[in-house]
């Protein structure tokens, strides 16, 4: 970018990569990228000489840095809620089935056992319908720490 346009453009375009990056890549790649477009922007705005370069550098930088980050802990906010149960804390259906899936592929890849634990609570519509959904709410919860703990 050799002018002030260019680096304006530049600088729009430089969010986006960080926001596309935040979603996409993991903490040390958003790292990775915001480096990089530090290193970038510092070279395009020197080349298009812009007034007050390290101040317009440091207030862009602050502005993609701060938007990768809170739009990266938006998305593992989203992220836990897609795959975890909101009452219990363990996987939903989708992502223990995804889980699973990587764990068998692993186990075969590294010739590793592998061991899965299923369980089965006998009758627990009865305690939904003897003693309302709350108590069942309470067996599940109190089930999935017991078992969290002991493991």
Not at 4 to 26: D, E, R
Not at 48 to 73: D, E, N
Request: with cysteine; proline share 2%; aromatic share 6%.
């Amino acid at each position: 970018a050799a002018t002030l346009a260019g680096a304006q453009l530049t600088a729009a375009a430089f969010l986006w990569v960080g926001a596309y990056s935040a979603i996409v890549h993991t903490r040390r790649g958003l790292g990775a990228h915001l480096t990089l477009i530090g290193v970038t922007l510092a070279v395009s705005l020197g080349a298009a000489q812009v007034p007050s370069p390290v101040h317009t550098w440091a207030f862009l930088m602050a502005l993609v840095c701060a938007v990768s980050i809170v739009l990266r802990g938006v998305i593992a906010e989203f992220r836990t809620l897609a795959t975890h149960d909101a009452l219990t804390g363990v996987l939903t259906r989708g992502a223990f089935l995804e889980a699973a899936d990587r764990a068998v592929r692993a186990a075969a890849r590294t010739a590793r056992p592998l061991s899965v634990v299923v369980l089965d609570l006998d009758d627990f519509k009865a305690v939904n319908d003897t003693r309302g959904h709350a108590a069942g709410d309470a067996v599940l919860a109190g089930t999935v720490d017991a078992w969290g703990r002991a493991i």
